[in-house]
T-cell receptor, first 111, second 113 residues
């Protein structure tokens, strides 16, 4: 299977930067997604990395290293509304329609 | 439609009853997925459709669960003889095809009492 590992929770201060790491088994890997999920709501798409490197979208950036089986989501200039669960999801080449989700990282932003 | 639409948004049912959950994907999206999320847990894959066929049903937890898709559009997830452990939010998602970004609906929150 595809083991997706990410920390359970992180806390940071408003205005700060937080980096959420995600590791996965590299065999058959075909891409990695990040989703944001606020409590009681459905996940919303943040980013998709299929090639190595950093992709930046405003305050959020996502990085991928395929050889290391590693990704991170970087949240800059944290705002209170960024308090949410962040889900890392991998796509298998042989099974590339099915996203395998990690358990999610709960980020709490404090004033 | 503009987004993935699911109904009902909330359902409370008695143990042993059957329930049907409906998903209307984004217009033109050929791929449709069902996921389940129990309270405080991660997303659990249930089933995937490409068009009207379901090449992967491996996530369905038991034979009480079934799903169909008609006309390459609307899908229905049916749970027969519901049990309390079926209580969860059932999320539907769609995408333009394999490997493309999937977009989630707001979910159907099921409570079995």
């Amino acid at each position: 299977g595809q083991n997706i590992d990410q920390p359970t929770e992180m806390t940071a201060t408003e205005g700060a930067i937080v980096q959420i790491n995600c590791t996965y088994q590299t065999s058959g890997f075909n891409g990695l997604f990040w989703y944001q999920q606020h409590a009681g709501e459905a996940p919303t798409f943040l980013s998709y990395n299929v090639l190595d490197g950093l992709e930046e979208k405003g305050r959020f950036s996502s990085f991928l290293s395929r050889s290391k089986g590693y990704s991170y989501l970087l949240l800059k200039e944290l705002q209170m509304k960024d308090s949410a669960s962040y889900l890392c999801a991998g796509v298998l080449r042989s099974n590339d329609y099915k996203l395998s989700f990690g358990a999610g990282t709960t980020v709490t932003v404090r004033a | 439609g503009a987004g993935v639409s699911q109904s009902p948004s909330n359902k409370v049912t008695e143990k042993g009853k059957d329930v049907e959950l409906r998903c209307d994907p984004i217009s033109g999206h050929t791929a449709l997925y069902w996921y389940r999320q129990s309270l405080g847990q991660g997303l659990e894959f249930l089933i995937y459709f490409q068009g009207n066929s379901a090449p992967d049903k491996s996530g369905l937890p038991s034979d009480r669960f079934s799903a169909e898709r008609t006309g390459g559009s609307v899908s229905t997830l049916t749970i027969q003889r519901t049990q309390q452990e079926d209580s969860a939010v059932y999320l539907c998602a769609s995408s333009a095809g394999r490997g493309n970004t999937i977009y989630f609906g707001e979910g159907s929150w099921l409570t079995v009492v």
